[in-house]
């Protein structure tokens, strides 16, 4: 599978589609999840080279964070709402 740049559409900070970008249309980009694309193939055939290029990077190439990144950033969250509640309670 060819490496591609794949954009993330998140909701509530999960990520719910991929954006790649089209061969066949220069600057337009296909919505895509693994089981669903916005391209005329998909609609056509009910499958596509986004949905696999999708699917793909889903199952094999995405990696769970290493865990002191999850750590440092849970740190920075409590960090922030901490300061963000004495905030309020300053006078």
């Given amino acids: 599978m060819e490496q591609v740049s794949l954009l993330h559409i998140r ?49 094999t190439r995405r990696q769970p964070l290493p865990a002191s990144i999850v750590n440092d950033g849970l740190q920075r969250m409590v960090d922030q709402k901490k300061a963000d509640i004495f905030e309020r309670f300053r006078y």
Avoid: L, N
């Fill in 11 to 59: 909701s509530r900070g999960h990520v719910i589609a991929y954006q790649i970008p089209s061969d066949s249309e220069p600057g337009v980009y296909r919505t895509v999840t693994p089981s669903w694309c916005s391209c005329p193939g998909f609609f056509y055939r009910r499958h596509c080279k986004h949905v696999d290029m999708v699917t793909d990077y889903v199952t």
